[in-house]
T-cell receptor, first 109, second 116 residues
Framework: DQQVKQNSPSLSVQEGRISILNCDYT??????FLWYKKYPAEGPTFLIS?????DKNEDGRFTVFLNKSAKHLSLHIVPSQPGDSAVYFC????????FGDGTTLTVKP | DAGVIQSPRHEVTEMGQEVTLRCKPI?????LFWYRQTMMRGLELLIY????????DSGMPEDRFSAKMPNASFSTLKIQPSEPRDSAVYFC??????????????FGSGTQLSVL
């Protein structure tokens, strides 16, 4: 039973446009959500997070939206840059973090 | 800040051999996590420690796997005997806090394990 799902294995966008990465979860006990970015041959690095008491959190070009009723969250990157090309993991926490399978983002110059 | 340090970066071994993976967490962090990444199962939590004490080892696949944290600056994950299905990237991560949900994790670069 996969509790955190990232249904799009890959996403390709043009530089300067918006990237939207999606994540769905099933466990209503999750109360904190995080996004991590991973480059090849490196470990994941923390990007942005959101508490379940909020519906939006913004940090520069990155915004995370949470829809609790739909058990859905999304990461928006605006504007997208070639350096954003990486694998993005969604994680949901209820004492410990459960990760999705990741979405590979490619930003084309 | 040296970050989380894992060794070795790559390990190739034969089935049946013992494998030991090592991790040095960020100084001052008191929670340590071992994750495994595979194509089939993604990133899965194996075990985590808080203040050197194992808190949750429910993700450890079987008795062949064991983890220790003898002090705040060192942890090992041991596989004995190793099997080809153990081939994966093993990540160590650390955080500061009580293992609560809002703690962001700092990951090491991982150990690529290949069991032939």
């Amino acid at each position: 039973d996969q509790q955190v799902k990232q249904n799009s294995p890959s996403l390709s966008v043009q530089e300067g446009r918006i990237s939207i990465l999606n994540c769905d979860y099933t466990n209503s006990m999750f109360d904190y959500f995080l996004w991590y970015k991973k480059y090849p041959a490196e470990g994941p690095t923390f990007l942005i997070s959101i508490s379940s008491i909020k519906d939006k959190n913004e940090d520069g070009r990155f915004t995370v939206f949470l829809n609790k009723s739909a058990k859905h969250l999304s990461l928006h990157i605006v504007p997208s840059q070639p350096g954003d090309s990486a694998v993005y993991f969604c994680a949901a926490s209820a004492r410990k973090s459960t990760f999705g399978d990741g979405t590979t983002l490619t930003v084309k110059p | 800040d040296a970050g989380v340090i894992q060794s070795p970066r790559h390990e190739v071994t034969e089935m049946g051999q013992e494998v030991t993976l090592r991790c040095k967490p960020i100084s001052g962090h008191n929670s340590l996590f071992w994750y495994r990444q595979t194509m089939m199962r993604g990133l899965e939590l194996l075990i985590y420690f808080n203040n050197n004490v194992p808190i949750d080892d429910s993700g450890m696949p079987e008795d062949r796997f064991s983890a220790k944290m003898p002090n705040a600056s060192f942890s090992t994950l041991k596989i004995q005997p190793s099997e080809p299905r153990d081939s994966a990237v093993y990540f160590c991560a650390s955080s500061y806090g009580q293992g609560r949900t809002n703690e962001k994790l700092f990951f090491g670069s991982g150990t690529q394990l290949s069991v032939l």
